[in-house]
């Protein structure tokens, strides 16, 4: 069965405080590993994807890496307005998985 | 581009009574599209599966003939939540994929509140 686990639960940085957020998962057959961000009250809004190990994404102070095992998003010098919860997911054969996700504040 | 919409985006009803909830892809075709499921602090329990054409897929536990789904052109797919119950009451998400099978991103609604009371 296709696994996803994030870490940490939830995250409190100063704004300006660079950091990364994991996603470590389990699954059958790789048919992409998925970023999403969601506000509160909203559906999920699709972020990044990522198809192999060694491949990276960037969007503005986001950066998504991805080994065999895990991914990484990296949240450099993060604004107010990136407050909210990240959610990882894989796409296997069947299905994608998503993780619990990472709720994240960043204190101005 | 990609964008879902859903309606209604908030919904109150009485024990008892029945809930439609409409999904739509704006700007591209949707060979299949996922009904989730999400708990307060908890991640995205996926219902079912909805293949335009073709009866939708259940996951394990859910019951197939309190949530019908229809999926009856590539643009739009219903969930009617059939005689609610307070239990029934959650956000109720969906997501489409682009009918290109090469990209496996599935792309949000903006999500339904649904209250029974």
């Known amino acids: 069965e296709d696994q996803v686990t994030q870490s940490p639960e939830a995250l409190r940085l100063q704004e300006g405080e660079s950091s990364s957020l994991n996603c470590s998962y389990t699954?059958?057959?790789?048919?992409?590993l998925f970023w999403y961000r969601q506000d509160p009250g909203k559906g999920p809004e699709f972020l990044f994807t990522l198809y192999s190990a060694g491949e990276e994404k960037e969007k503005e102070r986001l950066k998504a890496t991805l080994t065999k095992k895990e991914s990484f998003l990296h949240i450099t010098a993060p604004k107010p307005e990136d407050s909210a919860t990240y959610l990882c997911a894989v796409g296997g054969y069947q299905k994608v998985t998503f993780g619990t996700g990472t709720k994240l504040q960043v204190i101005p | 581009g990609a964008v879902v919409s859903q309606h209604p985006s908030r919904v109150i009803c009485k024990s008892g009574t029945s809930v439609k909830i409409e999904c739509r892809s704006l700007d591209f075709q949707a060979t299949t599209m996922f009904w989730y499921r999400q708990f307060p602090k908890k991640s995205l329990m996926l219902m079912a599966t909805s293949n335009e054409g073709s009866k939708a897929t259940y996951e394990q536990g859910v019951e197939k003939d309190k949530f019908l789904i229809n999926h009856a052109s590539l643009t739009l797919s219903t969930l009617t939540v059939t005689s609610a119950h307070p239990e029934d009451s959650s956000f109720y998400i969906c997501?489409?994929?682009?009918?290109?099978?090469?990209?496996?991103?599935?792309?949000f609604g903006p999500g339904t509140r649904l209250t029974v009371l």
């Open positions: 997501s489409a994929r682009d009918r290109d099978w090469s990209n496996n991103e599935q792309f």
């Open positions: 699954v059958s057959g790789l048919r992409g």
